[in-house]
């Protein structure tokens, strides 16, 4: 039985549904097909927003033969075999596209098994992803390639194709059960008509139950590829909502993964590092309260666990910021790694034995302790031949404020 996602399939430009960046009129697409002269390139996208619909478009519109390959379930045989093919079709006087749905999946060599026969003109490859190509693919590959992105398919759009659905399935649903579908669908057309087209076995003489619709769509988790694209991007959103005050937002992003079925050991692991890099000496109490949410999560699990990482992330939001031991952190390795190695001064050198004090190990050091304010500000920190550096430069936000007012007495004092 054919399935409903199949049968709806666009076959022209203008039966697409959505991509209107790429399909409407005087978009790269449409000019693909009126001049008839199709090149190699990248379809990046979600799932379910046609790029392997689109390809197929491209290619019966341009009348160039197609030849598919998954790089799931191909190799290095199934390139050569495509290649031969091709070679047989130029004989015939025809181009030839070679279309490798999931195209991130194949190795380097792999994706070098294609570039001399794009630069020689055998073959237009046309590749899809749901992964970022600045990471899954060659330089070589996409300096030859154009990059088109997809997005995911709008409510608006995700309801007319449903219309056509229930045109083929002879359904009928009220608008707040098509609305539900629609959600449910979260931006993937493919998706849709499968849901569509289970609700169909459900139905009675094409009457849905709204109890139906519910059993249908439970369960249906909104879009995450674990440490693919999405979650990066979720990630960083859950970072910059905390850097910028808005517990609110920090708290969407984090049950969107959290939801989705990210490790909340990992969301555990990035709010302690957040406690250092965005809040640091403004909250000191940040750390701790982060590392307790974390063995909190440990003892509890989900999803009772899951309020004290929610604890964290609100804490961490709504705290005093300041970035300046992080900065401090970078700069100070950054001239640790560059400047070679430098000697530790005499006065800062242990002298544990007597033949270390003969040749001067210790010599010169000042104990603190026994100095006006407990610091003996004649004494220098740093190798002889870098000087005394600053890397620390406390915010006015929090503790740091105390802290700035400290350190801005010291230094003084040091310079004079």
């Known amino acids: 039985m054919q399935p409903l996602a199949d049968k709806l399939r666009p076959q022209t ?74 070679e047989e079709n130029r004989d015939m006087g025809m181009s030839t596209v070679l279309f490798v749905d999931e195209i991130h999946r194949f190795n380097k060599s792999q994706q070098d098994a294609f570039l001399p026969h794009m630069e020689n003109g055998l073959i237009i490859l046309i590749g899809a992803t749901t992964e970022n190509p600045s990471f899954a693919l060659n330089n070589a590959l996409l300096s030859r390639s154009r990059i088109y992105i997809l997005k995911n398919i709008a409510a608006a759009d995700l309801l007319v194709l449903l219309e056509k659905g229930l045109t083929e399935t002879g359904l009928t649903l009220s608008e707040q059960q098509q609305n539900k579908l629609i959600q449910a669908a979260d931006g993937d057309a ?13 139905s009675t003489q094409g009457q849905v139950q709204d109890e139906d619709v519910s059993l249908i769509i439970s369960g249906q988790a909104t879009r995450f590829d674990n440490k693919g694209d999405v979650f990066y991007e979720q990630i960083s ?21 959290l939801a989705a ?60 910021k300041s970035n300046a031991v992080y900065k401090a952190h970078n700069e100070s390795l950054a001239d640790a790694k560059n400047l070679g190695s430098l000697e530790v001064p005499m006065h800062l050198r242990n002298a544990p034995t007597a033949l270390m004090k003969k040749q001067g190990f210790g010599s010169g050091y000042q104990y603190d302790h026994d100095n006006k304010d407990s610091v003996a500000y004649s004494q220098k920190g740093f190798p002889d031949k870098m000087g005394e550096k600053v890397y620390y430069l406390p ?13 801005k007495h010291i230094r003084a004092k040091r310079n004079d």
């Open 190 to 202: 493919r998706r849709l008509l499968t849901l569509l087209e289970i609700l169909a076995d459900y």
């Open 13 to 86: 430009i203008n039966d697409v549904v959505g991509q209107e960046h790429l399909t409407g009129t005087n978009r790269p697409f449409t000019k693909i097909i009126e001049n008839n002269h199709l090149h190699s390139m990248i379809l990046w996208g979600p799932p379910g927003t046609g790029k392997t619909t689109l390809a197929r478009i491209l290619c019966q519109q341009t009348k160039v033969q197609q030849i598919n390959l998954s790089a799931i379930l191909s190799g290095v045989a199934d390139i050569r075999k495509a290649i031969k093919q091709a």
């Open 237 to 257: 959103a859950l970072h910059k909502c905390v850097r910028s005050s808005n517990p609110d937002a920090a708290l969407y992003w984090m049950n969107r993964m």
């Open 395 to 407: 915010k006015q936000a929090g503790l740091e404020i105390k802290i700035a007012e400290k350190l």
């Open 261 to 320: 079925g990210c490790d909340p050991q990992y969301i555990a692991r990035r709010l302690l590092r957040m406690a250092s890099e965005e809040v640091g000496n403004a909250d000191p109490r940040a750390i701790t309260l982060c590392l307790d949410a974390w063995e909190t999560w440990r003892r509890m699990g989900s999803p009772e666990g899951d309020l004290a990482l929610a604890q964290a992330a609100v804490y961490l939001a709504s705290c005093p």
